[in-house]
């Protein structure tokens, strides 16, 4: 493990001491959880549960169809408030410790907070801190912890690890895609990670209405700043004539990204209370400095955030701000 400071395997040793001086733990990530969410937790529960540890993992968004193929996801539990009191709690993927929702109070229900995350400047509020945005992904820093336990990954383990770095480099082509994670994916292969298949199960197992909806969020694509920032949103009622949730929008961005000198992509999906937006850079903007304006946060290329108000506020409010970061030539 050569890759590690001797910090960080400290920090390795010190949450594998934990992890064998108690018995229940709860795992949970994010709003709205993605690839690395699911793989770095259920990773993360398969190991406890091999070492007889009692594991509750919990969400407070509901798993998407697409990753519901994963080993152990049928037993993630959804909600907005778990019961329980457990002897750890760990907080993966989490930019901040509100990102979990609210999903436990962690002064009252567990007794050792541990968080382990990839994402710049996120606060240190675990009694034990695995952070550092030189990971390409919270499943990376997990391989590290499970490799440090022990020789060996299982097949389980493997591919909820594998799905992770797929989708947080989207499909290893983000820069964020480095020569650790070629090396990551090579072990997992040997164990019998199959790449094709995975692939066809996140991103070519679309449903009809899926496919309608991607139709009628690419009609709503536009560009502003001289063609350098493009944007696209989903409204209400998109939703209501394709029947489908929030869920079914992710990697949708993508669309807006790929257009030829585009700078900043931009993604509105109008919910309940607030608009969540989604931000990516193809160039030097810094979309994460965008996201922090506004509360939000994530990384210099990928970020996000809400805004209070109505559609055509948040696109005017979130645009006026981009303008500033593309650039001037």
Request: aromatic letters at 8%.
């Given at each position: 493990?050569?890759?590690?400071?001797?910090?960080?395997?400290?920090?390795?040793?010190?949450?594998?001491?934990?992890?064998?001086?108690?018995?229940?733990?709860?795992?949970?990530?994010?709003?709205h959880p993605d690839g690395d969410s699911f793989g770095s937790s259920l990773a993360l529960a398969a190991y406890l549960k091999s070492k007889g540890?009692?594991?509750?993992?919990?969400?407070?968004?509901?798993?998407?169809?697409?990753?519901?193929?994963?080993?152990?996801?049928?037993?993630?539990?959804?909600?907005?408030?778990?019961?329980?009191?457990?002897?750890?709690?760990?907080?993966?993927?989490?930019?901040?410790?509100?990102?979990?929702?609210?999903?436990?109070?962690?002064?009252?229900?567990?007794?050792?907070?541990?968080?382990?995350?990839?994402?710049?400047?996120?606060?240190?509020?675990?009694?034990?801190?695995?952070?550092?945005?030189?990971?390409?992904?919270?499943?990376?820093?997990?391989?590290?912890?499970?490799?440090?336990?022990?020789?060996?990954?299982?097949?389980?383990?493997?591919?909820?690890?594998?799905?992770?770095?797929?989708?947080?480099?989207?499909?290893?082509?983000?820069?964020?895609?480095?020569?650790?994670?070629?090396?990551?994916?090579?072990?997992?292969?040997?164990?019998?990670?199959?790449?094709?298949?995975?692939?066809?199960?996140?991103?070519?197992?679309?449903?009809?209405?899926?496919?309608?909806?991607?139709?009628?969020?690419?009609?709503?694509?536009?560009?502003?700043?001289?063609?350098?920032?493009?944007?696209?949103?989903?409204?209400?009622?998109?939703?209501?004539?394709?029947?489908?949730?929030?869920?079914?929008?992710?990697?949708?961005?993508?669309?807006?990204?790929?257009?030829?000198?585009?700078?900043?992509?931009?993604?509105?999906?109008?919910?309940?209370?607030?608009?969540?937006?989604?931000?990516?850079?193809?160039?030097?903007?810094?979309?994460?400095?965008?996201?922090?304006?506004?509360?939000?946060?994530?990384?210099?290329?990928?970020?996000?955030?809400?805004?209070?108000?109505?559609?055509?506020?948040?696109?005017?409010?979130?645009?006026?701000?981009a303008q500033k970061y593309v650039s001037k030539n």
């Open positions: 493990m050569k890759e590690l400071l001797e910090k960080e395997k400290a920090i390795l040793r010190e949450i594998l001491n934990v992890i064998n001086k108690n018995s229940t733990f709860f795992i949970t990530s994010h709003i540890k009692k594991v509750c993992v919990a969400m407070v968004d509901p798993t998407p169809s697409m990753y519901q193929f994963l080993p152990g996801s049928e037993k993630i539990k959804t909600g907005k408030k778990i019961k329980g009191v457990f002897d750890v709690a760990f907080v993966l993927d989490c930019g901040s410790q509100e990102r979990t929702g609210g999903i436990i109070d962690f002064k009252k229900q567990t007794k050792i907070v541990v968080n382990i995350d990839h994402h710049i400047k996120t606060p240190l509020f675990g009694d034990i801190n695995l952070v550092g945005h030189k990971f390409s992904s919270t499943v990376e820093q997990i391989y590290y912890l499970l490799k440090k336990a022990k020789n060996r990954l299982t097949f389980q383990e493997a591919v909820c690890i594998y799905v992770g770095l797929l989708t947080e480099t989207c499909k290893f082509q983000e820069s964020n895609t480095s020569s650790n994670v070629f090396s990551i994916a090579s072990e997992l292969l040997k164990l019998g990670v199959l790449p094709k298949e995975i692939s066809k199960k996140i991103y070519q197992n679309k449903s009809f209405q899926e496919q309608k909806l991607l139709g009628m969020v690419l009609s709503t694509l536009k560009l502003s700043s001289v063609n350098k920032i493009a944007y696209l949103e989903v409204n209400k009622k998109i939703y209501e004539k394709t029947g489908v949730s929030g869920q079914e929008t992710e990697g949708l961005i993508n669309y807006a990204s790929m257009i030829f000198g585009v700078e900043i992509a931009v993604f509105f999906q109008e919910q309940k209370d607030f608009i969540k937006v989604s931000l990516r850079s193809n160039g030097k903007a810094d979309v994460r400095k965008i996201a922090v304006f506004f509360g939000g946060g994530g990384h210099i290329k990928a970020a996000g955030c809400k805004i209070y108000g109505t559609l055509k506020e948040a696109k005017k409010q979130v645009l006026d701000v």
